[in-house]
């Protein structure tokens, strides 16, 4: 069987870049990732790579599919993708896809009926589950019943799909340069985060200091922060030279819809700062939100040790985590209270 790919390629900062390539992709269907470059020993950008297959050629829904999958991994809302991967004999073609939008709308069909309406639900608890799966493989009868991998294994009617959901890299915004932030972002690049760093000193913010960062801006915060690109995959840590910088900065991303905004200081220095905001007309929820003075309470006393307190708060958020001490959790061990073995 022949067909053709249609590959899109973005880079940051860059217009996207398609090629039609053959051989087919067959049997894998639809597939994307999002990859992290190297160049010179440091990450250049973060790389998103969509492929669509189709027998025969690139049908108009396809290229819809991959238009979506391209707004949503450049900043737009989270879609979820689910594609035939095997198919019983006589079956819908291992290859047809569906795109499922939060807001419930759709691109493409698996063939409507009872496997499109399951494959449908599932895919939307999908977008909707917290932290979200981003690849998952589900098993289904024609009538739409969900079969285990290895029941499904035993016959040839089971169709295999699988359920991708596609959303913009995770980024931490770091505004602050200085010791904190330098901490802050070895520790976020390795928890698998994409980071960009601002400060108003260009000394403070060059690719030697953060040569782990994807981007890093120097100058004006307003101009900046106004034009940086801030959604629900946002988190955003305001750890400046001062209060004054750190209030500059929280005015331009307070109501900007981030995942969480936080910002250092004192008890006194952050309620001062919240107030003038206040002041000025600034949502009371939206100031309600920010998590200040920020990071866990862990005894935190060098820049080290408070870039792993803020870290910890971060995945905390994103993940759903409640934060405290995971011995807290454990049943008492006095008799009768402690699980045995078997439990």
Request: glycine share 12%.
């Amino acid at each position: 069987m022949t067909g053709w790919s249609l590959v899109i390629l973005t880079l940051p900062d860059r217009a996207p870049q398609a090629w039609a390539l053959t051989p087919s992709l067959e049997g894998l269907g639809y597939l994307w990732y999002v990859a992290r470059l190297r160049r010179t020993g440091r990450r250049s950008g973060v790389a998103i790579v969509s492929g669509v297959w189709h027998a025969g050629g690139v049908s108009e829904g396809s290229t819809s599919i991959a238009a979506e999958v391209l707004k949503a991994a450049r900043g737009g809302q989270a879609v979820a993708v689910a594609t035939v991967i095997t198919a019983p004999p006589g079956g819908l073609a291992a290859g047809l896809k569906l795109l499922l939008r939060v807001d419930g709308s759709m691109v493409g069909s698996l063939g409507g009926g009872a496997l499109e309406e399951a494959v449908v639900e599932d895919a939307s608890n999908a977008l909707n589950r917290t932290p979200r799966e981003a690849v998952q493989a589900i098993y289904y009868r024609a009538e739409g019943e969900r079969v285990h991998r290895l029941e499904a294994g035993q016959g040839d009617d089971a169709y295999e799909v699988m359920i991708e959901v596609v959303e913009a890299p995770v980024t931490l915004l770091i505004v602050g340069g200085g010791h904190i932030g330098l901490s802050l972002a070895t520790i976020a690049a390795h928890v698998g985060f994409s980071v960009a760093v601002l400060d108003d000193r260009a000394l403070f913010a060059n690719a030697e200091r953060f040569p782990m960062a994807d981007k890093v801006m120097s100058g004006d915060f307003h101009e900046h922060l106004s034009s940086f690109p801030i959604g629900q995959s946002t988190y955003i840590v305001l750890v400046s030279r001062g209060h004054k910088q750190d209030e500059t900065g929280l005015r331009e991303v307070v109501t900007r819809g981030a995942a969480y905004v936080g910002m250092i200081g004192s008890k006194r220095r952050v309620s001062t700062v919240l107030r003038h905001l206040a002041e000025e007309g600034y949502p009371l929820e939206a100031l309600e939100r920010v998590y200040t003075p920020v990071g866990f309470d862990i005894g935190a006393e060098t820049p080290e040790e408070i870039a792993v307190s803020i870290m910890a708060e971060i995945i905390a958020v994103r993940r759903g985590g409640k934060g405290g001490a995971m011995r807290d959790q454990r049943p008492s061990i006095r008799a009768g209270e402690m699980a045995t073995e078997s439990e």
